[in-house]
Nanobody, 123 residues
Protein backbone atom coordinates (compact mmCIF):
# COMPACT_ATOMS: atom_id res chain seq x y z
CA UNK A 1 0.00 0.00 0.00
CA UNK A 2 1.29 3.45 -0.98
CA UNK A 3 -0.16 6.78 0.05
CA UNK A 4 0.66 9.84 -2.03
CA UNK A 5 0.46 13.48 -0.96
CA UNK A 6 1.04 16.31 -3.44
CA UNK A 7 2.20 19.82 -2.56
CA UNK A 8 3.57 22.90 -4.24
CA UNK A 9 0.58 24.06 -6.22
CA UNK A 10 -0.56 27.66 -6.26
CA UNK A 11 -1.17 30.76 -8.31
CA UNK A 12 1.53 31.92 -10.71
CA UNK A 13 1.72 34.37 -13.59
CA UNK A 14 2.19 33.15 -17.12
CA UNK A 15 5.85 32.54 -17.82
CA UNK A 16 6.55 31.68 -14.21
CA UNK A 17 7.60 28.43 -12.58
CA UNK A 18 6.38 26.03 -9.92
CA UNK A 19 7.72 22.80 -8.52
CA UNK A 20 5.26 20.15 -7.43
CA UNK A 21 6.25 17.47 -4.97
CA UNK A 22 4.64 14.13 -4.26
CA UNK A 23 5.61 12.45 -1.01
CA UNK A 24 4.96 8.73 -0.77
CA UNK A 25 4.55 6.57 2.29
CA UNK A 26 5.64 2.96 2.33
CA UNK A 27 8.91 1.17 1.87
CA UNK A 28 8.17 0.04 -1.69
CA UNK A 29 8.16 3.49 -3.32
CA UNK A 30 11.39 2.79 -5.20
CA UNK A 31 9.76 -0.16 -6.98
CA UNK A 32 6.94 1.95 -8.47
CA UNK A 33 6.78 3.84 -11.70
CA UNK A 34 5.38 7.29 -11.03
CA UNK A 35 3.36 9.73 -13.06
CA UNK A 36 1.79 13.16 -13.03
CA UNK A 37 -1.63 13.78 -14.51
CA UNK A 38 -3.80 16.87 -14.64
CA UNK A 39 -7.47 17.65 -14.95
CA UNK A 40 -8.78 21.00 -16.07
CA UNK A 41 -12.41 22.03 -15.47
CA UNK A 42 -14.73 20.24 -17.87
CA UNK A 43 -11.94 18.05 -19.24
CA UNK A 44 -10.80 14.50 -18.70
CA UNK A 45 -7.73 13.66 -16.66
CA UNK A 46 -4.68 13.78 -18.93
CA UNK A 47 -1.16 12.42 -18.76
CA UNK A 48 1.56 15.00 -18.11
CA UNK A 49 4.77 13.13 -17.29
CA UNK A 50 6.00 9.75 -16.12
CA UNK A 51 9.20 8.29 -14.70
CA UNK A 52 10.31 4.70 -14.29
CA UNK A 53 11.09 3.21 -10.89
CA UNK A 54 14.84 3.73 -11.36
CA UNK A 55 14.50 7.20 -12.83
CA UNK A 56 16.17 5.96 -15.97
CA UNK A 57 13.21 6.61 -18.22
CA UNK A 58 11.05 9.71 -18.48
CA UNK A 59 8.06 10.45 -20.66
CA UNK A 60 6.17 13.66 -21.39
CA UNK A 61 3.01 14.82 -23.04
CA UNK A 62 3.76 16.82 -26.16
CA UNK A 63 2.15 19.88 -24.61
CA UNK A 64 4.73 20.07 -21.82
CA UNK A 65 7.91 18.80 -23.50
CA UNK A 66 10.77 21.21 -23.02
CA UNK A 67 8.95 23.04 -20.22
CA UNK A 68 8.31 20.41 -17.54
CA UNK A 69 10.77 18.01 -15.94
CA UNK A 70 9.89 14.99 -13.84
CA UNK A 71 12.40 13.57 -11.38
CA UNK A 72 12.47 11.40 -8.30
CA UNK A 73 14.50 10.90 -5.15
CA UNK A 74 13.99 7.35 -3.95
CA UNK A 75 15.90 8.04 -0.74
CA UNK A 76 13.28 10.67 0.10
CA UNK A 77 10.30 8.76 -1.30
CA UNK A 78 9.46 11.80 -3.39
CA UNK A 79 8.74 12.56 -7.02
CA UNK A 80 8.88 16.08 -8.42
CA UNK A 81 7.47 17.99 -11.34
CA UNK A 82 9.39 21.14 -12.24
CA UNK A 83 7.16 23.35 -14.36
CA UNK A 84 8.70 26.27 -16.24
CA UNK A 85 7.33 28.75 -18.77
CA UNK A 86 3.84 28.14 -17.49
CA UNK A 87 0.88 28.99 -19.67
CA UNK A 88 -2.75 29.65 -18.83
CA UNK A 89 -3.64 26.30 -20.42
CA UNK A 90 -1.57 24.57 -17.74
CA UNK A 91 -4.20 25.54 -15.19
CA UNK A 92 -5.56 22.33 -13.67
CA UNK A 93 -5.57 20.07 -10.66
CA UNK A 94 -2.37 18.03 -10.76
CA UNK A 95 -2.35 14.47 -9.50
CA UNK A 96 0.52 12.20 -8.61
CA UNK A 97 0.13 8.47 -9.29
CA UNK A 98 2.09 5.29 -8.72
CA UNK A 99 1.97 1.86 -10.29
CA UNK A 100 3.97 -1.11 -11.55
CA UNK A 101 2.70 -1.22 -15.13
CA UNK A 102 5.09 -0.16 -17.89
CA UNK A 103 2.35 1.85 -19.64
CA UNK A 104 3.29 5.08 -17.94
CA UNK A 105 1.18 7.32 -20.16
CA UNK A 106 -2.10 5.58 -19.31
CA UNK A 107 -4.06 6.40 -16.16
CA UNK A 108 -5.17 2.76 -16.09
CA UNK A 109 -1.58 1.75 -15.35
CA UNK A 110 -1.58 3.35 -11.93
CA UNK A 111 -2.84 1.82 -8.72
CA UNK A 112 -2.38 4.69 -6.30
CA UNK A 113 -3.37 8.35 -6.57
CA UNK A 114 -2.88 11.46 -4.52
CA UNK A 115 -5.62 13.94 -3.70
CA UNK A 116 -4.38 16.55 -6.16
CA UNK A 117 -2.98 20.05 -5.95
CA UNK A 118 -4.35 23.09 -7.77
CA UNK A 119 -2.17 25.00 -10.21
CA UNK A 120 -3.56 28.25 -11.55
CA UNK A 121 -1.70 30.26 -14.17
CA UNK A 122 -2.88 33.82 -14.70
CA UNK A 123 -2.37 35.50 -18.03
Amino acid sequence: QVQLVESGGGLVQAGGSLRLSCAASGRTFSSYNMGWFRQAPGKERAFVAGITWSGGGTYYADSVKGRFTISRDNAKNTVYLQMNSLKSEDTAVYYCAGGRSARLTSSNAYDYWGQGTQVTVSS
